[in-house]
């Protein structure tokens, strides 16, 4: 994780299932870092504010993400770093959390959000992003960092758990601020429009059968242009974005309902219990009665 790269150029708080660790690169020079193939992971995921300046990632799958002052980053534990690259001087912000161990975070998600929250989630959801999900810069991480910067050392660290929860609760409830976290100026303004309308549908009609061609047929769009501008716009293909908004769903019916499996696979557009048993595990890692006993 990108906290295993901080350490010794930063100051670091820790507390059962989180720790914050706060870099500024006048410590080091400009240029590359690389990392370790034994670098250990420390958590489940990893939130990452840059407050200023700028750097990049690159992973094993030869993929870069390149972030800037007031972007914010989301990181699996599947996530492969292999190298740094700080293109100026830069001040980050890194929380690693482990959600079931951190009691504090946990409470205050359950407060605000009666579904709950697990790290099988975080990681179905970040498996889409191939372990990395990003948003640009926004209003949110801003405040966050200004709020940050003016807090004591011992005040900062409950600060950043408040923040954790409402940044996840921000990210499963599909906050706008959460749509634009890729580069979206290709896609034409009546598009957008259009696929948001598209997206609104499908979370709305999930026990339906629904596929590009009826899709783009409703929405008097191509199929190629519907593929194209979503994954252009919401950073994933929409075959895959639909998958996950049925799985979800059931993952949520499974904590918060007495519903059968079978209902629950036909109330999300599967007609048999087989079939929703494998996506379901391919997404979660369990079968879907393993993880209404034990989530």
Known sequence: MLSDFLKGECSEFCADGISVHEFLSDNVSVGRYCFEKKTAVLHKAELVFCYEGSFSLHCEKNKDFSVSAGDV??????????????REKARLCCIGVDIEVCRPLLRIY??????????????AFLDVYNGCFQIKGSSW???????????????????????????????????PMFNG????????????????SVREYVETH?????TITSLSQKFNMS??????????????????????????????????????????????????????????????GVTPSFYRKNV
């Not at 359950?110 to 990681?123: C, D, P, T």
């Not at 999930?206 to 629904?210: A, P, Q, W």
């Open 73 to 86: 980053i989301l990181l699996s534990e599947d996530f492969k770093l292999e190298e740094v690259y700080i």
């Open 110 to 123: 359950n407060a605000i959000n009666k579904n709950g929250i697990s790290s099988r989630e975080v990681k």
């Open 141 to 175: 991480s801003q405040s966050f960092l200004n709020i940050l910067m003016s807090l004591s050392k011992n005040e900062q660290l409950p600060y950043c758990i408040l923040k954790t929860a409402e940044f996840f609760h921000l990210l499963f409830t599909k906050h």
């Open 181 to 196: 976290n890729v580069k979206s100026a290709a896609v034409p303004a009546y598009a957008v429009e259009c696929l948001n």
């Open 206 to 210: 999930l026990d339906e059968k629904m």
């Open 223 to 284: 199929p190629t242009a519907l593929k194209k501008w979503f994954r252009e716009l919401y950073g994933y293909p929409i075959h895959t974005w639909m998958l996950l908004c049925r799985v979800q769903m059931a993952a949520k019916l499974l904590r918060s309902t007495n519903m059968t499996i079978l209902q629950i696979s036909q109330s999300i557009g599967y007609e048999s219990t087989s079939q929703f048993n494998v996506i379901f595990r391919r997404t979660y």
